[in-house]
């Protein structure tokens, strides 16, 4: 009789039996499922489990967290189960196909954007804060800002312009950078080609359509003219030169002789790639985003500008995600330069900025007790309020979707109001909550009924929907680990451990004094790893550290209880007195194979303190587009006594103190 006899039998009743099993793998702490039909999981009644810790769905994949023991646990489930188990590789592609078309972009552009949340979060509040102090009238019967009337005020104003721009402008550069970091080729030739697309060289992207078409500035090459257009703050036409770049390096790296690859390659990939962006790839972009433009403005004019004002109110935030949005600025100077100087177009752009707020304050409702969202939530909807959605939207809305999707549905009814009762704006620039200030004062009381409809609706949609959809991580975060270690505990002896031997554990702890650093690096929280598993203390308790060097050591004497000799990224070790740690060398490095690691003990060595245990190359796990963030994690029976974890220093391996006991 297997040591998780009972929980294995559960376990393939609940993930709908072995029919509905694609694919199964492990990494070092869970059992990674590609199901047919991932409905029919129980994730309730799975996460009841006795020796499951949690579970969560990433990338196509349905993930059991069981800890340490894992490779036991799965050896037991294949061999009960009646099926064989396949590489890490292979249940990645398998989950590919188990995603359709939305989803496989929707996580392409959230995979793109993640690295960009935390600069666009603090562009949006510095632009939002711009906003208040040098765009909103208050002063002089409405004739000045802040800014007009204070030299403080009015250098604060230039002077946020810095980050504004380097955020929102010069958004390429970062575009291009991520999408080479998230297809694992070399990271500072995306940074060149981005750069390339906002060279002060160029005519800047928002100053296009209002330059006249014979004093746009153009290359000439003699048999041909190029035009030297800008692409600030575009994000189709970054995309689509940054897969243009990664897609030739990849395929010179396939072609070219290793010995003069260093030379070959670059070139051969990055001038390509440049020429391709300013001649195929920016015209593209330019073209998309005339064309919806031209329906825009045919929309607004027409007689069933009803209709459309639901339309673009539905697909205002999605059409900002794509950086097209920007298109609407030259519409708006249009209509602006019209003899009524004014526009009905920009107070929908306002309305559909407080409705994805709208969302973001639902969801920071709905996850207050969840402190690592909160970070994300509460600037990205001071923004979104101000005016800046682009952290809202990346950051929050675009992970979670239904929000979004709420959100969209609140703009599209306020629209309808807005563009029915013919609300007019007399200047644009002054989104969200202080749009108010730009419309016309006799549409003043109409405006505010269609702000709080965009408050509203998309606040109470995502907060019912949210109560639905949000799992316990989700909403309470690293709380939520809580109730499942209590229920692991207290039902130890059904997963085969003893509730003495937990109470030993927690008794002989205190005989251990502390844990030495196993890497030269900063030491972080455990709460700010960049894998949820480890942040939300899921595993247990411990540290985080950026590591300086490359070889990992032992913290303390102890026992190697468990390695990964097929990938070789992480390890357990268990301590004398038998409190269980765990190693775990960056995050979503088993996708890697072991390509990169070098494992130098076995399962079973007795290792001392400073004993080399890994080697890794960092490089290789940039290139492959994961952080080298390295874990060390004492198990939830290991931090039932008083332990204090120490953080926010720089350690060596093998001296420093990162973990000790009272």
């Not at 646990?73 to 590489?87: K, L, M, P, Q, R």
């Not at 100053?207 to 703050?233: H, N, R």
């Not at 539905?314 to 708006?332: F, R, S």
């Not at 526009?343 to 559909?352: D, E, Q, R, V």
Request: hydrophobic share 45%; charged share 15%.
């Amino acid at each position: 009789m297997g040591k998780y006899d009972n929980d294995v039998k559960q376990l393939l009743t609940l993930v709908g039996g072995k029919e509905n099993i694609q694919a199964v793998s492990h990494c070092m702490t869970r059992m990674r499922f590609v199901l047919v039909d991932p409905k029919k999981a129980d994730e309730k009644a799975i996460e009841d489990l006795p020796s499951v810790k949690g579970t969560f769905t990433q990338a196509g994949q349905y993930q059991v967290i069981i800890g340490n023991d894992v490779s036991v646990f799965y050896n037991e489930f294949t061999a009960y189960a009646g099926i064989e188990g396949v590489s890490k590789d292979a249940v990645k592609a398998a989950a590919k196909t188990n995603q359709n078309p939305l989803q496989k972009i929707m996580g392409t552009l959230g995979e793109i954007f993640a690295p960009l949340i935390p600069a666009l979060i603090c562009g949006g509040l510095v632009l939002g804060f711009r906003n208040v102090i040098g765009e909103i009238n208050f002063f002089n019967n409405g004739t000045q800002s802040l800014a007009d009337i204070s030299q403080f005020w009015a250098g604060t104003y230039n002077f946020l312009w810095l980050i504004g721009e380097a955020v929102f402008h010069l958004l390429p550069v970062g575009i291009v950078w991520s999408i080479t970091k998230k297809m694992g080729t070399t990271q500072i030739l995306g940074i060149v080609l981005g750069l390339t697309l906002v060279s002060s060289q160029l005519l800047n992207g928002f100053s296009v359509s209002s330059t006249p078409a014979d004093e746009i500035p153009y290359w000439d090459f003699g048999f041909a003219k190029v035009e030297m257009i800008g692409y600030q703050g575009q994000v189709i036409a970054a995309m689509m030169a940054g897969f243009v770049l990664v897609y030739l390096e990849k395929f010179f790296k396939k072609i070219c002789p290793e010995v003069i690859s260093m030379i070959v390659v670059p070139f051969c990939s990055l001038v390509p790639a440049v020429i391709i962006a300013h001649t195929i790839v920016g015209p593209i972009g330019w073209a998309i985003g005339n064309g919806i433009g031209n329906i825009v403005y045919a929309g607004l004019t027409s007689n069933f500008r009803f209709l459309f004002a639901a339309v673009f109110g539905l697909l205002y935030a999605p059409l900002v995600m794509t950086g097209l949005h920007h298109m609407t600025n030259a519409i708006d100077s249009q209509l602006l330069a019209s003899p009524s100087k004014s526009t009905i177009l920009w107070p929908m752009i306002a309305l559909s900025n407080i409705a994805q707020g709208s969302s973001v304050l639902a969801m920071s409702v709905l996850q207050k007790k969840n402190e690592r969202a909160q970070q994300v939530n509460v600037p990205a909807c001071i923004s979104c309020y101000l005016g800046v959605t682009e952290p809202a939207l990346f950051g929050v809305n675009l992970k979670y979707v239904f929000p979004l999707v709420c959100g969209m549905i609140g703009s599209c009814c306020a629209a309808m109001i807005s563009v029915g009762f013919g609300v007019e704006a007399l200047s644009i620039g002054v989104g969200g909550l202080p749009g108010i200030l730009s419309i016309k004062p006799q549409y003043y009381l109409i405006f505010l009924l269609a702000m709080a409809v965009a408050i509203v609706i998309p606040f109470t949609l995502t907060f019912i929907v949210g109560r639905i959809k949000l799992s316990q991580e989700d909403r309470f975060g690293k709380e939520a680990a809580a109730p499942a270690a209590a229920s692991a505990e207290e039902t130890a002896p059904a997963s085969g451990t003893a509730s003495s031997a937990v109470d030993t554990k927690s008794e002989d702890t205190a005989n251990v004094k502390e844990l030495k650093s196993i890497l030269d690096g900063k030491v972080m929280p455990i709460e700010e790893a960049p894998d949820d598993v480890f942040s939300q203390k899921i595993m247990g308790d411990g540290v985080a550290i950026e590591p300086s060097n490359t070889v990992v050591t032992a913290p303390a004497d102890c026992d190697v209880s468990v390695v990964m000799a097929d990938t070789g990224h992480a390890c357990g070790l268990t301590l004398p007195n038998g409190v269980e740690l765990l190693i775990h060398v960056g995050v979503d490095t088993v996708d890697m194979g072991g390509d990169g690691f070098k494992l130098l003990v076995n399962e079973g060595d007795h290792v001392k303190a400073g004993q080399p245990l890994i080697e890794f190359d960092p490089e290789k796990i940039k290139a492959a587009g994961h952080p080298c963030t390295t874990m060390l994690i004492v198990t939830a029976e290991g931090t039932a006594a008083n332990i204090t974890m120490h953080s926010g220093i720089d350690a060596k391996a093998g001296e420093t103190t990162v973990i000790s006991w009272d």
